[in-house]
């Protein structure tokens, strides 16, 4: 007799109690039941899908979507349509995300959340102009009278604010900030970015005070490079750097060991964003390859986009390693770089724009340093030295940094001798009166203050006959400095603007300057060092502060000291007198021509020695001579085996740094097996310098083996009493193993020891998820109950590279318990073995990082198989444990698991009874003899 259909309310009611309960199969289950009738409510939709976008079930949500948007006549499409969107972009599918947003939008226009999504997706895909459109389109339907939508305006306004300026949009960016700041003054953040934009576009005076935000808690906003601009007094500029996100978050666990490492050479690596447009690739562009390479291993690291200008083809091939951080996280490009055991990182950005002084924040190298891209304190506790020199930082502003000064004898800034000078142009050509004296700035419009212009305008009304040339490229910037030159009495055709040029013509163009004139409180420094090097002489006004100095520091190191003035007024005494009299000038441009090649500032193999005896100064560990003594293991430990497995879809590239990590374990006795299953040579090749290199570091070749086996022949190589898995792709936090060990050393009711593993989208963000458990130490009979009861505990704890085992619960391979081999669910039986009679220790940081496997197409349909093995597994492991009063020893609740068991298999045997009746009869006997020994054990009475 057929069973009728269970009502949509039973059915209801059966999902609302699976979901309370988190059984999420159980749950999903009834809502594709009831998605197909048309009847699940929309709550329980976007609910349940969000808890299986969470479980790593994204296909199967996106698919329970698809189904009730065909199957379901509501008003409400248009939401489903968007959290569909939203759950497709957390798993990384952006054109189908891009694809629901519009599908939303096209039922219900004025849809602002799906419009705001929309424009930070075409943000992601670097689709600027286009997000910008659509977050304008969103702030036109936005009623800005309604209070309810005062979070959605500032937060579109942001997004504009954000992706204009990056676009060079600054007039519209202001406008964007300041709105936001009338509606919420309290965004310190949005108020720092609202200065910078006005310093880039010469808007006077840049701290204006808005409604609710007065001129001096504008000045409190500032960040740290635009305080270089507005303040020369060292206190402001150390308590701008304070206020810097990166000083205001909770400090990280150190990721290098302060002790340093053993290397034969010292590996010093340099952090930029690019080797290609920054203004310190320019300067350090002789740098890399000037460096000894019997003391130096050189390394590069940088994220943004990098051009395939000459300056990049120069720079990369003069480097033994260069490496690219661009879709890492600050923790895992800090990460990389420790598994690289640099010994020395030299930051080449600091808190500027692009600097990325999070990855300096997690201790990525035993010794860091600051040098060039922010001529000012870090403030950070990370790093350990600035470079300098005796006059950009004299005794008197050490109090002014939180890291030691490190002094190079004649100047901190290193240069480019290899620049080519063209022939200079002519002046009309460029826009200059042939007979006109010519002073220039060349400096960035943001280092331009409203008294530096003054002090300008002031020297042009006393040399009647003179211009000044600056670098504008922006309308804008333009448009503010002839208003300017206006208000000061001066006829805005005296300012002339040169626009941007490739290098060589730039500084030909260079030579048509007369004197250049430095700027303060922000003092020039790869743009004083281009006209010292086209062989224009500058003025410079020596400030209290690093950055003000910089101009005198340059000028020292190439003997023109008389060109450092200490006031305004002798600073225009200087330049008009050097005007009225070009005897005088003359002479100081010889000089010039004579001292660039005789003089310390564009010595660059001489300073790059200096930097070097500085390195070996503040090295931390002991260089070898012999590079097999540099692995010494302490002995009285017990040894681990770090087991990674690996095969044709591993990358090679990825494949080195879980290696990478797993050497640089602090944990003072590891072995490192990795067997590869693959064909061909890549990844050997790959490994072969730190096979070389590191005793401990073995490589095996087991072409053919499958993923499991593979696994177990890494087991069958191993000598530790320990064993650890790190998968090709993984990165290990550097204390992982000595963390991990901790509890077996010290507990010894221990029996397991798990930790939680960080997922990752592509890009390199750490996708949504959170640790199963707090950390703690866990009954094992309780945490095995409920890997038992719950499909998905498992998943979630007993992946094999979540966890440390002792060998001698483990035997010959992977995944057995009571003497039986689980293939499925190889962890979970692996995690009882370990936990039967003993506790579990369980710490929820993130000690290492994975990739989740591409999740599988809808082409790839699951089969009878996929989930009869499972399932038949799961039933011989509740018996296992409940037989040998490991664990359920409760009657009661071990019968009532055993029936939603029983249940749930009876359910999939009758859906493909006709499958199973044609099917092989081994696999029938396997069930019946499950089924059978269940209700035996149902029956009984114990």
């Not at 009847?39 to 698809?66: D, V």
């Not at 189904?67 to 409400?76: N, Q, V």
């Not at 060039?372 to 950070?380: D, W």
Request: hydrophobic letters at 45%; aromatic letters at 6%.
């Amino acid at each position: 007799m057929t069973a009728s259909l269970p009502s949509d309310e039973s059915q209801l009611q059966e999902l609302n109690r699976a979901l309370a309960a988190n059984e999420l199969t159980q749950a999903a289950k009834v809502a594709f039941v009831l998605a197909k009738r048309g009847t699940l409510p929309i709550m329980q939709l976007i609910g349940l899908a969000g808890l299986m976008g969470h479980a790593g079930q994204a296909e199967r949500a996106a698919e329970l979507y698809h189904l009730w948007l065909r199957c379901t006549e509501s008003p409400l499409l248009f939401a489903a349509w968007y959290n569909l969107g939203v759950l497709q972009i957390q798993a990384n599918e952006q054109q189908e995300a891009e694809q629901s947003l519009r599908a939303a939008l096209a039922i219900k226009p004025d849809f602002i959340d799906a419009r705001m999504t929309l424009g930070t997706l075409q943000e992601r895909l670097r689709q600027h102009e286009a997000a910008l459109a659509t977050w304008r389109a969103a702030l036109a339907q936005i009623d800005p009278d309604h209070p309810a939508s005062r979070p959605q305006q500032i937060q579109a306004l942001n997004s504009v604010a954000r992706v204009a300026a990056l676009r060079k949009h600054y007039p519209e960016a202001e406008d964007a900030c300041a709105r936001s700041l009338l509606l919420d003054p309290k965004q310190p953040d949005i108020a720092a970015q609202w200065i910078n934009l006005r310093q880039q576009q010469c808007a006077w005076p840049v701290c204006a005070p808005l409604p609710g935000l007065a001129e001096a808690d504008l000045g409190h906003s500032a960040s740290a490079a635009s305080t270089l601009c507005i303040s020369d007094d060292p206190a402001e500029q150390l308590a701008a750097a304070q206020r810097h996100p990166v000083n205001r978050a909770a400090a990280p666990t150190p990721l290098a060991d302060e002790q340093g490492y053993l290397h034969r050479k010292l590996r010093i690596g340099y952090l930029c964003s690019d080797f290609s447009s920054h203004a310190a690739a320019r300067l350090t562009a002789e740098l890399y390859g000037l460096h000894q390479r019997d003391q130096f291993e050189i390394y590069g690291f940088s994220w943004n986009e990098e051009d395939r200008s000459g300056l990049r083809t120069r720079i990369a091939p003069q480097m033994d390693h260069h490496i690219r951080l661009t879709v890492m996280s600050d923790l895992q490009a800090a990460q990389t770089i420790r598994a690289h055991e640099i010994d020395i990182l030299v930051d080449l950005h600091g808190l500027g724009a692009d600097g990325r002084p999070g990855i300096l924040a997690q201790r990525a190298a035993p010794v860091q340093i600051s040098w060039l891209g922010h001529p000012g304190s870090s403030a950070m506790p990370t790093v350990d030295y600035v470079l300098a020199d005796a006059f950009v930082l004299p005794p008197q502003l050490h109090a002014s940094f939180t890291e030691r000064p490190l002094y190079l004898p004649d100047c901190v800034q290193i240069h480019d001798r290899r620049r080519a000078i063209g022939p200079a142009p002519s002046r009309a050509s460029c826009g200059l009166p042939e007979q006109a004296f010519v002073f220039c700035s060349f400096n960035s419009s943001r280092k331009l203050t409203p008294s530096q212009f003054a002090s300008w305008m002031r020297i042009l009304k006393r040399v009647p006959d003179s211009v000044l040339w600056l670098a504008a490229d922006s309308e804008p910037v333009r448009d503010n400095l002839r208003i300017a030159a206006l208000r000061h009495g001066i006829a805005s055709e005296r300012l002339v603007f040169a626009p941007r040029l490739v290098q060589a013509d730039y500084l030909a163009r260079l030579q048509l300057a007369d004197l250049c004139l430095d700027t303060l409180p922000f003092s020039g420094g790869a743009a004083a060092a281009d006209a010292l090097w086209a062989g224009v002489p500058m003025l410079t006004l020596a400030g209290n502060s690093y950055a003000a100095r910089l101009g005198g520091s340059l000028l020292h190191a190439i003997g023109l000291p008389e060109l450092v003035m200490r006031s305004a007024r002798t600073y225009e005494d200087k330049a008009v007198r050097l005007a009225a009299k070009p005897q005088e000038l003359a002479r100081l441009r010889r000089r010039l021509a004579k001292n660039r090649d005789k003089t310390p500032l564009f010595d660059t193999p001489t300073l790059v020695r200096h930097l070097e005896q500085l390195y070996l100064q503040v090295a931390r560990g002991t260089l070898q001579s012999d590079p097999t003594n540099e692995h010494t293991a302490d002995t009285t430990l017990p040894l681990v085996s770090i087991l990674i497995p690996t095969g044709d879809g591993d990358s090679a590239e990825l494949l080195e740094q879980t290696v990478r990590s797993a050497l640089a374990q602090h944990y003072g006795r590891c072995e490192i097996i990795v067997s590869d299953s693959g064909s061909g040579d890549t990844r050997q090749r790959r490994l072969a310098k730190l096979l070389a290199k590191h005793p401990q570091l073995r490589y095996n070749r087991a072409p053919t083996l499958n993923a499991e086996d593979n696994l177990d022949h890494c087991l069958a190589l191993a000598l530790g009493e320990y064993i650890a898995v790190a998968p090709a792709g993984d990165l290990l936090h550097a204390d992982k193993i000595s963390r991990m060990m901790h509890f077996y050393q010290h507990f010894p009711g221990i029996g397991l020891v798990a930790c939680w593993r960080q997922p990752l989208a592509a890009d390199g963000t750490p996708l949504p998820g959170a640790p199963l458990l707090p950390q703690a130490a866990v009954g094992g009979a309780s945490l095995a109950n409920v890997l038992l009861a719950h499909e998905t505990a498992g998943d979630a704890l007993c992946q094999p590279a979540g966890l440390l085992l002792r060998r001698a619960q483990l035997g010959a391979s992977f995944g057995h318990y009571q003497g039986k081999r689980y293939r499925h669910l190889g962890g979970i039986a692996t995690a009882l073995a370990a936990l039967a009679g003993h506790e579990c220790a369980y710490l929820s940081d993130p000690l290492s990082q994975y990739h989740p496997a591409p999740a599988t197409t809808g082409h790839d349909a699951v089969t009878l198989d996929d989930q009869l093995a499972p399932a038949l597994e799961r039933l011989y492991l509740l018996y296992e444990a409940h037989t040998r009063q490991h664990f359920l020893t409760d009657s009661t609740r071990f019968k009532a698991l055993l029936v939603t068991r029983l249940e749930a298999l009876s359910a999939l045997l009758h859906r493909h009874h006709a499958q199973l009746a044609a099917g092989d009869a081994q696999q029938n006997e396997a069930v019946q003899q499950a089924l059978k020994q269940g209700y035996q054990l149902l029956l009984s009475p114990f």
